[in-house]
Nanobody, 123 residues
Framework: QVLLEESGGGSVQAGGSLRLSCVAS????????MGWFRQASGQEREFVVA????????FYADSVKGRFTISRDIAKNTVYLQMNSLKSEDTAVYYC????????????????WGQGTQVTVSS
């Protein structure tokens, strides 16, 4: 059983920043990719970013490139999402996700999900 617990969501003005955290339990961090999806109200859940087990490779959706940065602390089994220059269209519930590889994670294959944390950006 893998448990993912997110924190760090909240409300911010457009142009501001937030940092999300996700702690994983039940698996060894370096063996699995981790990442984030988001789902805005009334829309499909979409891929945001992924990072591989070692933290050496990342993969971003075009919509967040240059603004969001993912990182991980293997010793703490924690992944972080630093979100800068936030826009109103970034408003969504953000879900932490863990999968066997970044490729499988981005396609939601055999992944584990967190409960989600709300991010609201006001213009």
């Amino acid at each position: 059983q893998v448990l993912l617990e997110e924190s760090g969501g909240g409300s911010v003005q457009a142009g501001g920043s937030l940092r999300l955290s996700c702690v994983a339990s039940g698996r060894t961090a370096r063996d699995y990719a981790m990442g984030w999806f988001r789902q805005a109200s009334g829309q499909e859940r979409e891929f945001v970013v992924a990072i591989d087990g070692s933290g050496g490779s990342t993969f971003y959706a075009d919509s967040v490139k240059g603004r969001f940065t993912i990182s991980r602390d293997i010793a703490k089994n924690t992944v972080y999402l630093q979100m800068n220059s936030l826009k109103s269209e970034d408003t969504a519930v953000y879900y932490c996700v863990s999968g066997a590889s970044m490729w499988e994670l981005s396609r939601r294959r055999s992944v584990y999900w967190g409960q989600g944390t709300q991010v609201t950006v006001s213009s």
